[in-house]
């Protein structure tokens, strides 16, 4: 979230950026599956 924070208050987030951060999220969930399961 820092991140896009960052991003947002620079006028620099991209799409790209976006979907950096997006697999950032997508690999932090995937992680959560075997310590919550």
Same mark, same amino acid.
């Given at each position: @979230?820092? *991140? +896009? +924070? &960052?991003s947002m #208050?620079?006028?620099? +987030? $991209?799409? !790209? #950026?976006? $979907?950096? &951060?997006?697999?950032? *999220? !997508?690999?932090?969930? @995937?992680? +959560?599956v075997p310590i919550l399961?």
């Amino acid at each position: @979230i820092g *991140y +896009l +924070l &960052a991003s947002m #208050r620079a006028h620099q +987030l $991209t799409p !790209a #950026r976006l $979907t950096v &951060a997006a697999g950032f *999220y !997508a690999v932090f969930a @995937i992680g +959560l599956v075997p310590i919550l399961a």
